[in-house]
């Protein structure tokens, strides 16, 4: 490819391009659909087109980068990439989208893709709930669907196709949920306000022999591209720039509610919630949840303080039966849209008046972190509403936080907690309403896995070993666990000595976490570093205008020495000269003063007098 050099730069392949198109801004490290760092290029326009849409070297440069720019691992161009990410970002996921795609929360959204998005359409294929069709065998301007029937509505480069863009903007809207979104990509031109070709000599995308009617352009988009979508009636409309402006994409959301495309419940401090990106909080809560599998499966379940619902639509995967009950009626309303299956169901209720008529009702009932959010009376009449609804044979799994690790140790205040147990006291309030209580405890742990392999065979059955950080170094142990959160196993029939049991992060976010706090951290040292040098500098400068004002110092010190030296020596002259004045002053009062000066006085005037005569004689002949 012609002005493009592609090379490894710390183990990452990086893409540059010299004297094709100018410096954009780009967020392109790892392509969005399947994660590879591997990139290709090559030239798309062709001249009729580029001159039929009056291009400049820029616009050329942009829009050969957008259809031509791909990924050598799945295929796709910049265009598809743009669009995978606008869908991942509007879902709230990090992606690659290959993952997102065979995710919980991808299998509860229906998506309507028109007309293949190349290469992604086999990616999006994985969906459980997709449906493609395609363009001009179907009417974008009048789809065959009822009212509401998709979560996401997906088109790429069709719209300029359509005769008229608001009016198939109008149906894709018309098809969505509530909390529904459109995401699409058009051919967009930046520097430009979009137009209409109605009149103009026909042009077509595709290839220079392509002149099917489909491919007829009706619509050649500019900057303004979003208010199409705001004219259709949605709502909300944001550009994700992948990279600006060669990969940018549209959403579009049917409510201004929509959360970037999702709904979500607020975090009030307390309550979990799914999208939260907080590892610790999502190991613990999860890791509950996913204990409970065995306990649920084929079974009647009842979940008290479910919260959003995601762990009650975990269990529902799994179960015969599963009601969740909370107190918060947005956490109900939230849960009864976001998790809807034939056996799940909310209820809002408090802990201590579950709004379940009869007697025996559950094989399982499980409430996590709830108990000790409510006083030590209504905490009695809760186990008393639990043994109501629990079957005989039943077993309700219920956890909290363990007071000396979670409050005392740390001396942390949970303004949300009335009443928290110590261990001992947790044991002795179940065991008053369970004939059996097997006690387990959690905690975040990291460390290190070792297991069989399946090609090897079953391993042995796994064995802990333990460290200590001693001494600036670890050293083996055998000191207790211990457990910051409290789970019980209750049951007035004998119970099984519950297994241990591990969760793994495949995503391994904690370290992940770690690492950019780290970076974060080695990044403000390098800043402070910076300052500390720029303040060393500084100083450096302000040392050598301390040595210059002082040389400037010593310099006007030694010219006020000379000029007192100079002072002093005309002071000396002056009173010499004084001295003389005094003694001629002196002289002339002795002679004044003398008999000579009065015996000659007559002769003194005398004197005067002819001359004044002689001077008269003198001016009298002339």
Same mark, same amino acid.
């Given at each position: 490819?012609? /002005? +493009?050099?592609?090379?490894?730069?710390?183990?990452?392949?990086?893409?540059?391009?010299?004297?094709?198109?100018?410096?954009?801004? *780009?967020?392109?490290?790892?392509?969005? =659909?399947c994660?590879?760092?591997?990139?290709g290029?090559?030239?798309?326009?062709?001249?009729?087109?580029?001159?039929?849409?009056?291009?400049?070297?820029?616009?050329?440069?942009?829009?050969?980068?957008?259809?031509?720019?791909?990924c050598?691992?799945c295929?796709?161009?910049?265009?598809?990439?743009a669009?995978?990410?606008?869908?991942?970002?509007s879902?709230? %996921?990090g992606?690659?989208?290959?993952? @997102?795609?065979r995710s919980?929360?991808?299998?509860?959204?229906?998506?309507?893709?028109?007309?293949?998005?190349?290469?992604?359409?086999?990616?999006?294929?994985?969906?459980?709930?997709?449906?493609?069709?395609?363009?001009?065998?179907?009417?974008?301007?009048?789809?065959?669907?009822?009212?509401?029937?998709f979560?996401?509505?997906?088109?790429?480069?069709? &719209?300029?196709h359509? $005769?008229?863009?608001?009016?198939?903007?109008?149906?894709?809207?018309?098809?969505?949920?509530? *909390?529904?979104?459109?995401?699409?990509?058009?051919?967009?031109?930046?520097?430009? &306000?979009?137009?209409?070709?109605?009149?103009?000599? !026909?042009? #077509?995308?595709?290839?220079?022999?392509?002149? *099917?009617d489909?491919l007829?352009v009706?619509t050649?988009?500019?900057?303004d591209?979003?208010r199409?979508?705001?004219?259709?009636?949605f709502?909300? =409309?944001?550009?994700?720039?992948?990279?600006?402006p060669?990969?940018?994409?549209?959403?579009? *959301?049917?409510?201004?509610?929509?959360?970037?495309?999702?709904?979500?419940?607020?975090?009030?401090?307390?309550?979990?919630?799914?999208?939260?990106?907080?590892?610790?909080?999502?190991?613990?809560?999860?890791?509950r949840?996913?204990?409970?599998?065995?306990?649920?499966r084929?079974?009647?379940?009842?979940d008290?303080?479910?919260?959003?619902g995601?762990g009650a639509?975990?269990m529902? /995967?799994?179960?015969?039966?599963?009601?969740g009950?909370?107190?918060?009626?947005e956490?109900?309303?939230?849960?009864?849209e976001?998790?809807?299956?034939? !056996?799940?169901?909310?209820?809002?209720? +408090?802990?201590?008046?579950? $709004?379940?008529?009869?007697?025996?009702?559950?094989?399982v009932?499980?409430s996590?972190?709830?108990?000790?959010?409510?006083?030590?009376?209504?905490q009695?009449?809760?186990?008393?509403?639990?043994?109501?609804?629990l079957?005989?044979?039943?077993?309700?799994?219920?956890?909290?936080?363990?007071?000396?690790?979670?409050?005392?140790?740390?001396?942390?205040?949970?303004?949300?907690?009335?009443?928290? @147990?110590?261990?001992?006291? #947790?044991v002795?309030?179940?065991?008053?309403?369970?004939s059996?209580?097997?006690?387990?405890g959690q !905690?975040?742990?990291?460390?290190?896995?070792i297991?069989?392999?399946?090609?090897t065979?079953?391993?042995?059955? %796994?064995?802990?070993?333990?460290?200590?950080y001693?001494?600036?170094?670890?050293?083996?142990? !055998?000191?207790?666990?211990?457990a910051?959160?409290?789970? +019980?196993?209750?049951?007035?029939?004998e119970?099984?000595? $519950?297994?241990?049991?591990?969760?793994?992060d495949?995503?391994e976010?904690?370290?992940?976490?770690?690492?950019?706090?780290?970076?974060? %951290?080695?990044?403000?040292?390098?800043?402070c570093?910076?300052?500390?040098?720029?303040i060393?500098?500084?100083?450096?400068?302000?040392?050598?205008?301390i040595?210059?004002?002082?040389?400037?110092?010593?310099?006007?010190?030694?010219?006020i020495?000379a000029? /007192?030296?100079? &002072?002093?020596?005309?002071?000396?002259?002056?009173?010499?000269?004084?001295e003389t004045?005094?003694?001629?002053?002196?002289t002339?009062?002795?002679?004044?003063?003398s008999?000579?000066?009065?015996?000659?006085?007559?002769l003194?005037?005398?004197?005067?007098?002819?001359?004044?005569m002689k001077?008269?004689?003198?001016?009298?002949? &002339?």
């Amino acid at each position: 490819m012609d /002005g +493009a050099k592609c090379r490894h730069r710390r183990g990452r392949r990086i893409l540059s391009m010299t004297g094709q198109f100018p410096l954009l801004q *780009s967020a392109l490290s790892r392509c969005p =659909v399947c994660g590879s760092d591997r990139f290709g290029y090559k030239d798309v326009l062709w001249r009729e087109l580029i001159q039929e849409w009056d291009l400049s070297d820029e616009e050329i440069s942009t829009i050969n980068r957008q259809q031509g720019l791909y990924c050598e691992a799945c295929g796709n161009n910049l265009r598809s990439m743009a669009l995978a990410n606008a869908i991942l970002k509007s879902c709230g %996921c990090g992606g690659p989208l290959t993952d @997102f795609v065979r995710s919980d929360s991808a299998r509860l959204l229906s998506c309507l893709e028109i007309n293949e998005s190349g290469h992604l359409t086999s990616v999006l294929a994985d969906l459980p709930n997709h449906c493609l069709i395609r363009y001009p065998d179907c009417d974008m301007m009048n789809l065959d669907f009822p009212d509401s029937s998709f979560d996401l509505v997906i088109h790429s480069d069709t &719209l300029e196709h359509v $005769p008229r863009p608001v009016a198939g903007l109008s149906e894709c809207r018309r098809v969505l949920s509530s *909390s529904g979104r459109c995401l699409f990509t058009v051919p967009v031109l930046p520097g430009r &306000l979009s137009r209409s070709r109605l009149g103009m000599k !026909n042009s #077509y995308h595709g290839s220079p022999d392509s002149r *099917s009617d489909d491919l007829i352009v009706h619509t050649e988009f500019g900057a303004d591209v979003w208010r199409y979508a705001l004219e259709a009636g949605f709502k909300k =409309v944001v550009i994700h720039a992948l990279e600006y402006p060669a990969a940018m994409a549209v959403e579009a *959301s049917a409510s201004k509610e929509a959360d970037g495309g999702k709904k979500t419940l607020p975090w009030t401090g307390e309550r979990y919630v799914s999208h939260q990106n907080l590892s610790r909080i999502g190991y613990e809560h999860w890791h509950r949840y996913l204990y409970t599998t065995p306990y649920v499966r084929g079974k009647d379940v009842l979940d008290i303080a479910c919260g959003e619902g995601y762990g009650a639509n975990l269990m529902a /995967g799994l179960a015969h039966l599963v009601t969740g009950v909370d107190v918060a009626e947005e956490a109900i309303a939230f849960a009864t849209e976001k998790y809807p299956a034939a !056996n799940l169901s909310f209820l809002r209720g +408090a802990v201590d008046n579950i $709004p379940v008529a009869g007697k025996a009702k559950y094989d399982v009932i499980v409430s996590f972190e709830t108990i000790e959010h409510v006083d030590a009376q209504t905490q009695e009449r809760f186990m008393q509403e639990a043994r109501r609804l629990l079957k005989e044979d039943g077993v309700m799994i219920v956890s909290s936080p363990n007071k000396l690790l979670y409050s005392d140790l740390p001396g942390f205040k949970n303004a949300f907690h009335l009443k928290e @147990f110590y261990e001992r006291e #947790y044991v002795d309030f179940l065991k008053r309403y369970f004939s059996h209580v097997a006690l387990l405890g959690q !905690n975040i742990s990291v460390g290190s896995t070792i297991w069989g392999i399946a090609e090897t065979g079953r391993g042995c059955p %796994c064995v802990e070993y333990r460290l200590a950080y001693e001494g600036g170094k670890f050293v083996p142990c !055998n000191d207790k666990k211990q457990a910051l959160y409290l789970i +019980a196993v209750c049951s007035d029939k004998e119970i099984p000595s $519950p297994a241990d049991s591990f969760l793994v992060d495949l995503s391994e976010s904690l370290l992940k976490e770690s690492d950019e706090l780290i970076l974060k %951290c080695r990044q403000a040292l390098s800043d402070c570093d910076g300052q500390i040098e720029e303040i060393r500098r500084s100083l450096s400068d302000r040392d050598e205008e301390i040595t210059d004002l002082r040389q400037d110092l010593s310099e006007r010190d030694r010219q006020i020495a000379a000029s /007192g030296r100079t &002072l002093c020596d005309r002071q000396a002259e002056v009173s010499a000269l004084l001295e003389t004045l005094f003694h001629r002053d002196k002289t002339i009062d002795e002679v004044l003063h003398s008999r000579s000066w009065r015996f000659t006085l007559p002769l003194r005037i005398a004197g005067g007098v002819l001359r004044r005569m002689k001077r008269f004689i003198r001016d009298f002949r &002339l």
